[in-house]
Structures are given as structure tokens and as C-alpha cells.
Antibody, heavy 118, light 111 residues
Framework: QVDLVQSGAEVKKPGASVRVSCKAS????????LHWVRQAPGPGLEWMGM????????SYAQKFQGRVTMTRDTSTSTIYLELSSLTSEDTAVYYC???????????WGQGTLVTVSS | QSALTQPASVSGSPGQSITISCTGT?????????VSWYQQHPGKAPKLMIF???NRPSGVSYRFSGSRSGNTASLTISGLQAEDEADYYC???????????FGGGTKVTVL
């Protein structure tokens, strides 16, 4: 069983940055990758990128390159998503997710609502 | 506009079978066995239902099955039940950007 527990909701102003955390159970940190996926209001999922928890290597979706940073803290089994230069279009629920292999997301966090509003 | 194309909605009566399609290209759905399907109930996180085109994770009902023909993958739900009413998303690895792409989602309604 893999558990992913995310930080609480955030409200940010346009132009600001947000940092979302995802604490993983110890066995989840041996995963190939942990991913971030977001869901704007309404249907639709969008992959943002992934991080290898053990080595720290990352891969970001082209859309977010230059604006997103994914990091991890092995001492606390926690990964972080930081997104900068926020606009109203970044208002969404952000999920972390685990993959045992590479591309199938078999466990998900509960989601973190980020609201960008002036 | 999503990279993978799904019908916006599909409906069926209890006990019937329904199929949801997911159309991509040879750079994603048609080129790699990394197609997954997710079920999402309102206010909940997505749940993996099918991975690698046609594999079911432990604990997922046998009523859910996946397949692929060319650049189109499909999810079939047999013996439709009220609890199957949800949004369903396909996803695939894509070599064009070395990333994951999702379909726009299909709302399944049980009549």
C-alpha cells in the first residue's frame, strides 16, 4: 500500500508562486517516479512532470518548463511542486501520483486546491 | 484541446456493456504499450483501472477491460452498474514530447 498525503489549500495572487508538498509512505519513495498532475475546474487532467525520488532527476512537460520546479527531501520522504508567475489559469486541483513503472499512475494523493485570485 | 480524443459522454443501462474510445497517433497510443485508463468520481482523485493497454491492477473488477487497434485504444465496461457512473480518462506516453498526455475525459451515465 502506498500513501500520499498532500498539503492544504492555497490562495495566491497573480504573479506569485506556490509550493505544494506531497509526503509519501516510505515504500513509495522507492518508486521509479512520482508525478504531478493538475485538474482545472471542470473535466480534464494535465500532466505537469515527474521526479525520481531516489536520484532527484526530473522531467517537465514543455508547457511548464521555466515556470515549474520539482524537488524532493529524502529525509522526510516528501516531494515538492513549485509553480511561479501564477495566473488565473493556474487555478486547479494539483495531485501527486506514484508510478511503479514509468507511466501508469497507480496511487494518487488527495489533491490540493490552488486558487489564483486578486 | 486534449492530445487524445475521447467522446464527451457515453451512456448505458444497468447490465449492458459500453465502450469508450481514445484516439491518438503513432507517437503515442499506436506506438507504445503505455496506455492507461482512470476512473474519477466527483470530488475524488482518479483511480487507475487499466495499465499497459490491457492489464488490470489488483482489486479492479474483471468487468473492466482494455484493448487497442491501431491508434485507438478502448475501455469496455461490461455488466454496467450504478457505481460505474463517473468520468473516465485515457492517457498515453508520447514520444513527441517524452511525456504523458491525457484524453479530454468521457462522462459515463448509467440510465
Amino acid at each position: 500500500q502506498v500513501d500520499l498525503v498532500q498539503s492544504g489549500a492555497e490562495v495566491k495572487k497573480p504573479g506569485a508562486s506556490v509550493r505544494v508538498s506531497c509526503k509519501a509512505s516510505q515504500n513509495a519513495f522507492t518508486a521509479n517516479h512520482l508525478h504531478w498532475v493538475r485538474q482545472a475546474p471542470g473535466p480534464g487532467l494535465e500532466w505537469m512532470g515527474m521526479i525520481n525520488p531516489s536520484g532527484g532527476s526530473t522531467s517537465y512537460a514543455q508547457k511548464f518548463q521555466g515556470r515549474v520546479t520539482m524537488t524532493r527531501d529524502t529525509s522526510t520522504s516528501t516531494i515538492y511542486l513549485e509553480l511561479s508567475s501564477l495566473t488565473s489559469e493556474d487555478t486547479a486541483v494539483y495531485y501527486c501520483a506514484h508510478s511503479s513503472g514509468w507511466w501508469a499512475l497507480d496511487y494518487w494523493g488527495q489533491g490540493t486546491l490552488v486558487t489564483v485570485s486578486s | 484541446q486534449s492530445a487524445l480524443t475521447q467522446p464527451a459522454s457515453v451512456s448505458g443501462s444497468p447490465g449492458q456493456s459500453i465502450t469508450i474510445s481514445c484516439t491518438g497517433t503513432s507517437s503515442d497510443v499506436g506506438g507504445y504499450k503505455f496506455v492507461s485508463w482512470y476512473q474519477q468520481h466527483p470530488g475524488k482523485a482518479p483511480k487507475l483501472m487499466i495499465f499497459d493497454v490491457d492489464n488490470r491492477p489488483s482489486g479492479v473488477s474483471y468487468r473492466f477491460s482494455g484493448s487497442r487497434s491501431g491508434n485507438t485504444a478502448s475501455l469496455t465496461i461490461s455488466g454496467l452498474q450504478a457505481e460505474d457512473e463517473a468520468d473516465y480518462y485515457c492517457s498515453s506516453y508520447t514520444s513527441s514530447t517524452i511525456s504523458v498526455v491525457f484524453g479530454g475525459g468521457t462522462k459515463v451515465t448509467v440510465l
